[in-house]
């Protein structure tokens, strides 16, 4: 009878799991669960409403904390704290919460609870239709498929939402606790630029704007405009420092990339494709699963090797890679998987992030690393003997290069396309038209003519360009090689 009731239990509990939404709640949505906890009347209510929001919900750490922080006795905190850890989403971080306790034995039993348990495992996020056939007696066959993939990535926050999240960050009594808000949104959403400087005007002082300002960047969907967000800034010393922070910083073009993702699932895929096709990437669930396996390894040596098992088997996107690397403790195995990693990232172009958990010296050794990589590529891809793009791909990729909105960002793609394939005269011409400025159609003409397959037909790209002053300037480029 015992084991029996153990088994039922065990099965409750994991039917609770599997019933959880891995989706993060959005800050708008969890401030207004948040506060009808702490609305309750008796801590042991408090409790109840607490358990039953991560029965349903899979939460951050900053969030369990913030529930934490409306209990008014250390033993509520402490059997939330124990219960909330099974569905937290980044587990790496809950030893934080030791903090928020006064007395020593609260602490320690905290630890102790944690060193027993395994990192949690998110559900994974699989979106199923049923489809019902019949069969030749008649009966109903059911089976699932899978439902057309949508691009997925992030999306900006919708003016609801955001009316919603600026009014509560206005709502706090201290500069202290609007500008906690205002990260905590910034964490939870992407932002737009002009979401961004809403709530810098809702700052009271100079610092906190600045601060807020640098902070909220990485997550801001439309980063190509965020020099716009200096107009919130009222000092030309701020303005400066937030200039330079800028140039610092990778530009993320969102939205081409979302379209680009787009264009990827309409596009058919042949039996040669799909035998050429990279291993899958990480959905959101697997990498939080990956994530926590990592951390919860005993020492940074073995985590350093269950984060390369983990990257043999897919590819991961260089955000994912920087979130790894900063799990090791020594500077020596940071660096080690960011080399280690770099061969297996699916967005290359976006590896700076990296270097942000990097110490500084580290920086010149991986650009060197990277830098000796892509030569031994070019060199192996040259060796294979070069053949012109197919007009199928050569369309799909001219598709990419217009879904840019800015001119730098079509010739910054366009050079890749020259970098990594060969190509025709005509169809260097064909991107070359897809500029509106006749200064990029010299630099890309100048760029793409050494990878250009049939040289003899160059004059084609030649004559597209405007103006005369440039078509010598080209002539004279060529010579130059030539001689």
């Known amino acids: 009878m015992k084991a029996i009731s153990t088994f039922l239990c065990i099965l409750a509990t994991s039917a609770i799991i599997y019933a959880q939404d891995a989706t993060p709640l959005t800050e708008s949505k969890f401030d207004v669960l948040r506060k009808e906890i702490v609305g309750q009347s008796f801590d042991s209510k408090r409790l109840v409403k607490a358990k039953e929001l991560s029965d349903n919900n899979f939460l951050y750490v900053r969030q369990i904390q913030a529930i934490m922080e ?21 587990a790496e971080n809950y030893n934080t919460l030791i903090a928020m306790f006064k007395l020593g034995t609260s602490k320690d039993a905290l630890k102790t609870y944690l060193a027993q348990r395994k990192a949690p495992v998110v559900p994974k996020e699989e979106k199923k239709a049923v489809l019902t056939e019949k069969e030749e007696g008649g009966s109903e066959k059911v089976t699932a498929t899978p439902q057309k993939t949508k691009p997925t990535g992030p999306t900006p926050m919708t003016d609801q939402e955001f009316a919603t999240a600026k009014r509560q960050i206005g709502e706090e009594s201290f500069e202290s606790s609007k500008l906690r808000r205002a990260k905590q949104t910034s964490d939870a959403n992407y932002l737009l630029c002009h979401q961004i400087k809403e709530i810098m005007e809702v700052l009271s002082f100079e610092s906190s704007r600045l601060e807020y300002a640098q902070y909220a960047y990485s997550k ?28 610092k910083q990778p530009i993320v073009d969102y939205a081409a990339a979302k379209e680009e993702e787009a264009l990827a699932i309409e596009e058919p895929i042949t039996e040669e494709k799909e035998a050429a096709q990279l291993p899958p990437a990480f959905s959101k669930g697997d990498f939080i699963n990956a994530k926590n396996e990592i951390a919860s ?11 390369k098992e983990i990257t043999n088997k897919t590819y991961l996107l260089s955000e994912q890679v920087k979130t790894i690397t900063a799990l090791f403790l020594f500077e020596d195995n940071r660096l080690d998987y960011a080399k280690y990693a770099y061969a297996k990232t699916s ?7 990296v270097r942000a958990v990097l110490e500084k010296e580290s920086h010149k050794v991986l650009d060197d690393y990277i830098k000796n990589v892509n030569e031994a590529n070019q060199v192996t891809t040259l060796a294979t003997g070069p053949s012109e793009l197919s007009s199928e791909d050569f369309e799909a990729l001219k598709k ?13 793609k366009a050079k890749k396309i020259v970098d990594r394939s060969s190509l025709s005269a005509m169809q260097v011409k064909q991107i070359n038209d897809l500029f509106e400025l006749e200064e990029t159609r010299l630099e890309f003409a100048k760029y793409a003519y050494t990878k250009t397959l049939d040289k003899e037909a ?12 440039n078509k010598y300037a080209l002539d004279r480029f060529i010579k130059e090689l030539g001689n």
């Open 220 to 247: 801001t969907y439309d980063q190509v405009n965020y020099a716009t967000v200096k107009e919130s800034l009222k000092l030309s010393k701020s303005k400066e420092e937030l200039t330079a922070f800028l140039k």
């Open 347 to 353: 967005d290359p172009e976006h590896f700076d992030l």
């Open 458 to 469: 160059y004059g084609l790209v030649r004559e597209a360009l405007g103006k005369s002053t």
């Open 70 to 90: 409306g209990f008014s006795l250390e033993s509520s905190r402490l059997d939330y704290a124990k219960y909330a850890y099974s569905t937290v989403l980044d």
């Open 400 to 412: 990419r290069i217009t879904g840019s909105a800015l001119e730098s960002h079509k010739l910054e």
């Open 297 to 307: 390894q005993s020492s940074d040596a073995k985590k350093l090797e269950k984060a």
